[in-house]
């Protein structure tokens, strides 16, 4: 058995009074898709936050970074051990083309005060190829991109610094249909590199699609860790909501019943 890449243990978060967290356990393996599910305000930002060292965990829990312990205490500790976080907002710069935005902050220079903009464009390409994304331009502003094609390279900057774990927040949110089988396929590529792949989504088919396991909370605590391929719809749900009586369970037993009634009456 593979030692996870990265692997939290008793991870509790507490807000003043709110208990966000409360002893949570999770992992993700080398070429692993992973998703993180629940309603809203069963901890998942606040877990992915605590990866990615913007909420530092209480003390108690213990995380580990290839079955050794470490500590994240702020984003730079996240970045220096290999995780990569792409949040909903994207953080592009519209008015910048995609060579800009994937080299912004991470500059290759002449020498002081000469952006190597040859340079930046062939490792842009090489990137961009390895992730097998074609995009006719890469002079192009940002701001003309689909949406599709910007979570693209959002997540493609992110591996300019070679990340092994990397967390995506609710990538196809507001996506089209094609433009959510583009990142679904990029997602697919990321977990054939061997690299681990946190997936943050409310979309039970994009999860049924690429995940190879589902991590669930309920109000911030561990409530289910499901292999996508021996679990139902229904089980999923049944653990988010806390309760087998739920709509999905009910509408799936409706169904159930009216196909049944069709099949007798043949």
């Known amino acids: 058995m593979s030692t996870p890449v990265l692997e939290l243990s008793g991870i509790s978060k507490t ?13 993700v393996d080398p070429g692993e898709v992973v998703a993180l599910l629940g309603d809203n305000g069963a901890g998942k930002s606040t877990l992915v936050k605590v990866i990615a ?43 910048l083309d995609i060579v800009g935005n994937l080299f912004l902050g991470n500059e290759r220079l002449h020498f002081p005060g000469t952006l190597d903009e040859v340079e930046m464009e062939r490792r842009a390409v090489e990137l961009l190829d390895s992730l097998s994304v074609s995009i006719p331009s890469l002079r192009v502003p940002v701001a003309a991109l689909s949406g599709g094609q910007r979570q693209i390279i959002a997540i493609a900057r992110s591996l300019l610094g070679q990340p092994r774990v990397v967390m995506l ?30 997936l943050i ?14 991590v669930v ?25 806390g309760a087998s009586d ?14 049944t009634a069709t099949k007798d009456k043949e």
């Open 217 to 241: 909370l309920r109000l911030g605590r561990n409530a289910g860790d499901f292999p996508i391929a021996s679990t139902s719809y229904e089980e999923i749900v049944a653990a988010i909501t």
């Open 246 to 259: 739920n709509p999905v369970t009910r509408r799936s037993t409706r169904t159930g019943s009216s196909a």
């Open 15 to 27: 807000f003043g009074a709110v208990k966000a967290l409360t002893e949570v356990d999770f992992q």
């Open 53 to 95: 060292g913007a909420h530092p965990a209480d003390s108690g829990g213990t995380i580990y970074w290839d079955g050794e312990p470490v500590t994240i205490g702020a984003p730079a500790d996240a970045q220096r051990l290999g995780i990569a976080t792409i949040y909903q907002d994207l953080a592009l710069c519209d008015n």
């Open 201 to 214: 989504s409310h979309n039970m088919a994009d999860v049924r699609a690429v995940a190879d396991r589902a």
């Open 169 to 198: 927040d609710e990538p196809t949110a507001a996506l089209g249909v094609a433009q959510t089988a583009q990142v679904l396929d990029l997602i697919e590529r990321l977990r054939d590199q061997g690299l681990g792949v946190v």
